[in-house]
């Protein structure tokens, strides 16, 4: 089994996209939060401040302002700021997080049929613990994927309702990452 599977206890992920969001999501319900904003000068607080409220942290590594989203930059992330994970589109850096003992989720867009071919092999090669699929609004495509690949999905992008959340997670997602405050 894939050790994400086992840190969520909340399907609904609080994906903080502003700095000045992050105390809803820390008094909100969910368990884990995609931070999806920081720089080189806070990403270190901003990271202590959700594993203090006892929640699981994923940074996406192409949102850090100040910190390259290249190996070095992970390697930065991994010794100094120590997360439970990231979030990358790039293959290389899941890999990369994988050897620094991070766990990694490789977000794939999927905006045609090419692109889910695309990504299936592109998480094959790059072996993350879990696929976070953009738009998160797309069931049937959602349910599809979970018979192209083991591993577990998360839906997220555009998801604005509780309604799309249930949606998602009956096609087989593991969990759905929302923006949207009164969600999480």
């Known amino acids: ?40 000068l806070n990403i270190h607080e901003l990271t202590e401040r959700v594993t203090q409220a006892g929640k699981h942290v ?39 997080a994988k050897d620094h003992g991070l766990l990694a989720i490789q977000r794939i867009f999927l905006i045609d049929r090419n692109a889910v071919v695309r990504g299936i092999k592109a998480v094959e090669q790059s072996s993350p613990d879990a696929i976070e699929v953009m738009p998160g609004i797309m069931p049937r495509i959602i349910r599809e994927m979970t018979t192209m690949t083991p591993l577990p999905i998360i839906a997220g992008g555009l998801v604005g309702n509780q309604q799309e959340i249930d949606e998602g997670l009956r096609a087989g997602a593991l969990a759905v990452s929302v923006g949207a405050h009164e969600l999480w």
């Not at 969520?8 to 008094?27: C, F, P, W, Y």
């Not at 590594?61 to 100094?80: N, T």
């Open 1 to 40: 089994m894939y050790p994400i599977v086992d840190l969520v206890d909340h399907q609904t992920i609080a994906a903080v996209q502003k700095e000045s969001d992050l105390d809803a999501a820390l008094q909100g319900k969910v368990n884990v939060i995609f931070l999806l904003t920081g720089s080189l």
């Open 58 to 96: 994923f940074l996406h590594m192409e949102f850090i302002e100040g910190i390259a989203a290249d190996k070095g930059g992970l390697a930065y992330i991994a010794k100094h700021v120590r997360p439970t994970g990231i979030i990358s589109t790039k293959s290389m850096l899941i890999k990369a």
